[in-house]
């Protein structure tokens, strides 16, 4: 599988609208995260005085870390399809494949929250050039949390009929 991380933006967006499944709402969400710890990053290091100029480094992990739950939740997903394929059915893979389909953006809505909570801080505390950057992050790291959550309940829901 090729890693979203190294795809250029106009790659994942023409995969993003095919008919394929994966990357999905899922790998937008950690990637929206994703996104969201980039300009908080960029506000850290445009600020030249005070604490935040060394929270870049944790905003650069977050980042890492949602790009890397980008590419694991096209495996998740892709895993919910193939235990959904497989003859004859089995309950315990469906739901096994369901459950990670749902810690993964669970783990996304928990990074994009703490990058929102960052993001508050950068807007109060960085450069006042960068503001607008501030407040972007804190729209996408939004963004990110709802999406993702999305995804956790329809996983649920799934996991739920199956009883």
């Known amino acids: 599988m090729n ?16 008919k394929s499944p994966t990357p999905g709402g899922g790998a937008a969400a950690a990637i929206a995260g994703a996104m969201a710890a980039s300009l908080i990053e960029m506000v850290c290091v445009l600020t030249t005085s005070g604490s935040l100029r060394t929270e870049a480094g944790r905003a650069k992990k977050l980042r890492i870390k949602l790009m890397k739950l980008a590419d694991d939740d096209v495996a998740a997903f892709d895993a919910v399809m193939q235990a959904y394929k497989f003859k004859p059915k089995s309950k315990f893979k ?21 990058i929102e909570k960052m993001a508050w801080i950068a807007a109060k505390k960085g450069n006042k050039n960068a503001y607008s950057d501030a407040r972007s992050a804190i729209h996408l790291a939004r963004a990110s949390v709802a999406s993702a959550m999305e995804n956790v309940k329809i996983n649920k829901k799934a996991l739920v009929a199956l009883g």
Do not use: N
């Open 94 to 114: 469906i739901k096994k494949a369901l459950k990670r389909a749902m810690d993964v953006p669970q783990k996304v809505a928990e990074l994009s929250k703490e």
């Open 3 to 18: 890693k979203i991380k190294d795809k250029t933006v106009e790659k994942l967006f023409t995969e993003i609208g095919s």
